[in-house]
C-alpha cells in the first residue's frame, strides 16, 4: 500500500495562462517560441533538461525502475547510462562542471563553501558570481534565443539573461531576490501558494515533516515548470529539483536492507520508493506540455550510496601532531572556531562528504610552516598514511586520495591541497572537533545523515536524431557541448567532452 502524503493546495490552478492541454493545443502554437533554424538548415531544436539532483543509477535504472512507467517509456526511446560526476562529486561544482564543460578546478569551486584565498578566514559559499565562464543559457541568449531555469545549483545570486530564472536551493530565503526578472517573484509567489526553495532543516530527526516536505517541493517545483513552460517563450528549458537528494540523505536507511541503519518494518521503508512513483506521475506532467521538437534530458549532478559513518579528520591530524591547538575544544567545535595554533601547524582539514586537506605553507599562507622544498614530500608522507588508515575494527578503511593537480588540467583559486574520499566516499569527513568520539563517529557532526555521496549520476537523453540503447562512459563534460549541438550552437573555446549521439 503506498503510504499517502497529503496533497498541497492546487498548484498552478490560478493562472489561466497554464496551458493543461498537452501535446496537441500545444503542438498548435500554445507555446510561444523562438526556435531558429541553424545555419546548416537543421533546425535548431528545444532542449527540456530535467535535474534530478542525486539521482543515482542504482536506483533510478534498476531497483525502482517498475515503479517509474514515464521514465522507462523515455528511456526505451533514448540514450542513457550512468554519468560519471565531477571530482568531487558534490552538487555546486558538478552543475556548474555540466553547464559550463570546465572542470572544478578550471572554474576554482571545489565544494559548496571554498577558501578565498590562503589565509585563515575560513571559506565561503560559491555562489553564481563565482562562475567566470558562459554557461550553455548564456552562449544561447548570446544567440538571441530564450532560456526558462528554475533552481538550476549556481544560479544564485540572480544575474540577467534573455529569458526568465528562479534561483536554486542556496537562495536564503524568499525575502531575497530570487528570480530575473525582479517582477517574475510574484508570479512564482502566486503559483506555487509560496515557493520553497529548499527542506529546511533535512538533516532532521523529525522525519514526518521532511518527507512531507519533501513531497511537496518536488510537486511544486514541477507545477512550477509547467507553468513557466507554458507561458514563456523558450528554447532552452532547465528544472532542478533537490528532492531526490534531501529524500537519499534523510530516508536511505529506511529503506535499503544493506544500510547499517536499516530496521525491518520502520515506518519510512516505502518512502522513497512512494516518492519515485509521486515523481514519475510529475515527470509525466511536465512532459505533456513540452512541444514535440523539443528533446529531453533528464540528468543529475552525482549519485548516492550509504553511509557508513564519519571519520574526524582533523582530530587524526591533531593526534598526528600535524594540527596543533592552542587550547583543547571544551565541546564540539567546527574547525573554523578552534584555537589553532598556526605557527605549530602543518595541515587542516575541511569536513563534509569528502575530506579536503590543506598544508600549511611558508611564504603562501600568513604563519606557514611547511618550506616549499618539503611541499612535496610532506604531502605525500600525509597522503600514504591516510591511505593506510584502518576502520573501526582493524581492516583497511579504503581511502582514496587525489592531487588537484592530477585531476584538472588548470588549479585555480585556492585549491585543496588533498582531496580525500574516506573509504572511497562510504564514510563522511568530519571536520569538527571536541566530538569526544574518537576517530570514527556514527553520526554525523551536522546531523542525522544515511548516505554520502557517489561518484556515478544519471543522464537519459531522449529526441530526434539521437540513438537508442543504454551508452557506457558518460561524463558530466558530456552534457554541455551535447545541449550546445542539440541546440544548434558550437562548442565554447576550452570546454571539455563529447557531443553525445
Ligand atoms: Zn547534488
Redesign the pocket.
Known sequence: MERRYRARRRLGSCCSGTARGGRAILGSGGVPTTATTGTRGRRARRVALIGL??GTPELLFERYADDMPTLGRLRRQALWGSLESTAP????P??LSMLTGRTPGELGVYGFRNRTDHGYGGLAFATSRWVRVPRVWDLLGQAGRDSVLIGV?GTYPPSPLRGSMVTCFMTPSTDAQFTFPADLREEVQRVTGGYTIDVAGFRSEDKARVAQQIFDMTEQRFALARHLATTRPWDFLAVAD?GP?RLHHGFWGACDPGHPRYRPGNAYEHVVRDYYRALDRHLAGLLEVLPDDTTVAIA???GARPMLGGFCLNEWLVREGLLVLAEPPAGPTPIGKAAIDWSRTTAWGDGGFYGRLFLNVEGREPLGTVPRRDYESVREHIASRIERLPDPVGRPLGNRVLRPGELYPEVRGAAPDLIVYFGDLRWRAVGSLGLGHGLYTSENDTGPDDAN?SEQ?VLVLAGEGLSHGRQEGLSIYDVAPTLQALLGLPAAAGQRGRVLG
Open positions: 539532483d542525486c562529486p558534490l552538487s555546486i558538478a552543475w545549483p533537490m537528494d543529475s549532478d552525482h555521496h549520476g
